[in-house]
Antibody
Framework: EVQLVESGGGLVQPGRSLKLSCLAS????????MNWIRQAPGKGLEWVAS????????YYADTVKGRFTISRDNAKNTLYLQMTSLRSEDTALYYC?????????????WGQGVMVTVSS | DIQMTQSPASLSASLEEIVTITCQAS??????LAWYQQKPGKSPQLLIY???SLADGVPSRFSGSRSGTQYSLKISRLQVEDIGIYYC????????FGAGTKLELK
């Protein structure tokens, strides 16, 4: 069974940093691209960042470019999101999601999400 | 950037009714379009990919179609378990979600 479990969220002051983790199991993590997607309270979904299976290709949404860094450790089956210079508008539930394989670039499995609250 | 205009924002329908949700892309995205369902307190679930292909395990009452840059999700006979928020996603250039359609029972 595919499982994605996010951790590392919490309350952080504006301008500070936070690092999220997503532990994957139930599939060969090193074969799949991975993504972070967020959802502000009561709002819709926003793609944040993507990383290819070998970390060769990395993409960011304009809203986080230069502040967030996506990375992965295939030996640990773990995806990361390093967030710096956090703003109130970064407050959201952050999901990690697996990229589909063979059917296009979509997201098939999602974690349960981890909450990040940016507030003084 | 590609914009996805989703409508309606909310929809109230009766059991067994046919429901249609649409997304209009701001430019040609081919068939790089997916539909997701999000139930309250849950993560989104992939319903349709490639504009018209049904994801594994998704009931056949769900279907997707395309007409130019307009994409539609149809639920042929609404069931109680279909209540939730539906999002379209374009995957042609980076990723953009539609704003969502909240589907409720009448």
């Amino acid at each position: 069974e595919v499982q994605l479990v996010e951790s590392g969220g919490g309350l952080v002051q504006p301008g500070r940093s936070l690092k999220l983790s997503c532990l994957a199991s139930g599939f060969t993590f090193s074969n799949y691209g991975m993504n972070w997607i967020r959802q502000a309270p009561g709002k819709g979904l926003e793609w944040v960042a993507s990383i290819s299976s070998s970390s060769s290709y990395i993409y960011y949404a304009d809203t986080v470019k230069g502040r967030f860094t996506i990375s992965r450790d295939n030996a640990k089956n773990t995806l990361y999101l390093q967030m710096t210079s956090l703003r109130s508008e970064d407050t959201a539930l952050y999901y990690c999601a697996r990229r589909t394989m063979g059917i296009g670039d979509y997201f098939d499995y999602w974690g349960q999400g981890v909450m990040v609250t940016v507030s003084s | 950037d590609i914009q996805m205009t989703q409508s309606p924002a909310s929809l109230s329908a009766s059991l067994e009714e046919i429901v249609t949700i649409t997304c209009q892309a701001s430019q040609d995205i081919g068939n790089w379009l997916a539909w997701y369902q999000q139930k309250p307190g849950k993560s989104p679930q992939l319903l349709i990919y490639g504009a018209t292909s049904l994801a594994d395990g998704v009931p056949s009452r769900f279907s997707g179609s395309r007409s130019g840059t307009q994409y539609s999700l149809k639920i042929s006979r609404l069931q109680v378990e279909d209540i939730g928020i539906y999002y379209c996603l374009q995957a042609y250039s980076a990723y953009t979600f539609g704003a969502g359609t909240k589907l409720e029972l009448k």
